[in-house]
């Protein structure tokens, strides 16, 4: 990792800027393959599944059989690491359902709110390098959980046709029946526009690399909806003299190994705590089976000695990092102190590793600085909010007089009028 040590603040920006895919063109490449798959349906799903895939997919759709050879390739203690996962994620989510909300703002009128589950989701669950069926947990379980009645998952085969079983057992046990062996910029497109297998949905769920992200955000303009620009992995740890080198480094190759385009970035008091880190990294990196994937994420990846706590905050929100891991002795202190994060990790003993399989906590996260804005997933990225109002006579009587000097005001005479002629012949 590059070190800055005391950097000045000009160039915090600079420093803290996001590896890009190196790429000319990205949302021409992009918009041609989901143009294809919007003219041409399944038979260029089946093209580009060839291709980025090298799988021959005639029948995108797994079936009955697959669940169940899936159930039986797996081992009892990852079935029951699943299982075990999947209630603390739901125990979690569960709780975060808003009962119906109901106020009378003024006598005779009253306003409530409830929550409606999305009728059509699409889940995109990244194979790749490694085959994310942890992601299957965090999106199909709130899914069911609000009650989308139309729920399906896209995911690349593998060469030979088939899906990884623990995505699939995840699919099951969760409860989510339609499963398609299709990945990339083509699953994003199949769920935006249907194809003769794939039905379209409303909204799309799921994190990706720069192709799946760029495709997510093309199809958001064309008026399918998605949960956030989940792109890339990244992790920053702000550490103080409390915090353990090894741990340290073990959380920051946790995010290396994800894939070359993610990025780590450790923040420190002390220029010798940085070197420990490093050393650390060094000696844990070569037992890792991807420490290549690793090596090229820490390549472009950063560590910054701050001159204080406040500065080191400063850094932490102006970067907004995707998971943030507070290996400080005043961890929940500086908690309060976190504005822009997408999910954070206190103390010495929670590795963010945690969060992305089991804790409860969803690991659908914005990245790229989008927790500015956005929120990781959650229940209430399955449902839509609707208001209701309903106003007795007496409550338009009341309401009748704000209602026609804002309307008159702004010369939108019919609206004035609606009110006025329910006032003209209300019963006396």
Not at 271 to 294: C, D, H, Y
Request: charge should be negative.
């Amino acid at each position: 990792m590059k070190t800055y040590f005391h950097p000045d603040r000009n160039s915090w920006a600079e420093i803290l800027a996001r590896p890009s895919l190196e790429i000319q063109n990205l949302d021409l490449v992009v918009s041609t393959i989901l143009d294809d798959v919007r003219k041409q349906g399944d038979a260029a799903v089946r093209r580009y599944t060839a291709r980025f895939d090298q799988a021959q997919i005639q029948e995108p759709e797994v079936m009955p059989q697959e669940f169940e050879a899936a159930r039986n390739a797996l081992d009892d203690s990852l079935r029951q690491a699943i299982l075990v996962a999947k209630e603390n994620i739901a125990r979690f989510h569960a709780a975060q359902a808003m009962p119906v909300m109901e106020v009378e703002t003024m006598p005779g009128v009253r306003c409530s709110r409830k929550s409606v589950p999305i009728q059509k989701v699409g889940l995109y669950v990244p194979g790749g390098t490694a085959p994310l069926f942890s992601s299957v947990l965090m999106l199909g379980v709130p899914a069911v959980l609000a009650g989308c009645p139309e729920i399906i998952l896209c995911t690349p085969p593998s060469p030979d046709g088939t899906v990884h079983p623990a995505i699939l057992f995840a699919a099951e046990a969760v409860g989510i029946r339609r499963v398609f062996k299709i990945g990339g910029v083509q699953a994003i497109g199949a769920m935006a526009f249907g194809t003769e297998s794939v039905p379209m949905v409303f909204k799309i769920f799921g994190p990706g690399n720069q192709y799946v992200t760029t495709a997510k955000q093309i199809v958001s303009r064309m008026g399918i909806a998605i949960d956030m620009p989940a792109g890339p992995s990244e992790v920053l740890v702000l550490a103080d003299h409390s915090a353990i080198p090894a741990f340290v480094a073990a959380d920051l190759l946790s995010q290396a190994e994800h894939g070359p385009d993610s990025q780590v970035v450790l923040v420190a008091m002390q220029e010798s705590f940085v070197a420990a880190v490093q050393n650390e990294i060094n000696l844990q990196l070569e037992s890792l089976p991807r420490k290549e994937i690793a090596r090229q994420a820490l390549a472009h990846s950063i560590a910054i000695i701050a001159r204080s706590e406040d500065e080191a905050m400063d850094l932490v929100n102006l970067y907004a990092p995707e998971h943030l891991i507070l290996a400080t002795e005043n961890a929940g202190q500086l908690a309060q102190r976190v504005i822009n994060a997408g999910s954070v990790f206190l103390g010495n003993f929670t590795p963010e590793s945690v969060g992305d399989y089991a804790s409860g906590t969803n690991h659908t996260l914005p990245t790229n600085g989008f927790a500015r804005a956005f929120s990781g997933a959650s229940l209430d990225s399955f449902v839509k909010k609707i208001t209701f109002q309903e106003l007795s006579a007496d409550g338009l009587r009341r309401i009748a007089p704000t209602v026609e000097a804002m309307a008159e005001a702004e010369s939108l005479h019919a609206h004035a009028a609606a009110v006025r002629i329910r006032l003209l012949n209300q019963p006396v």
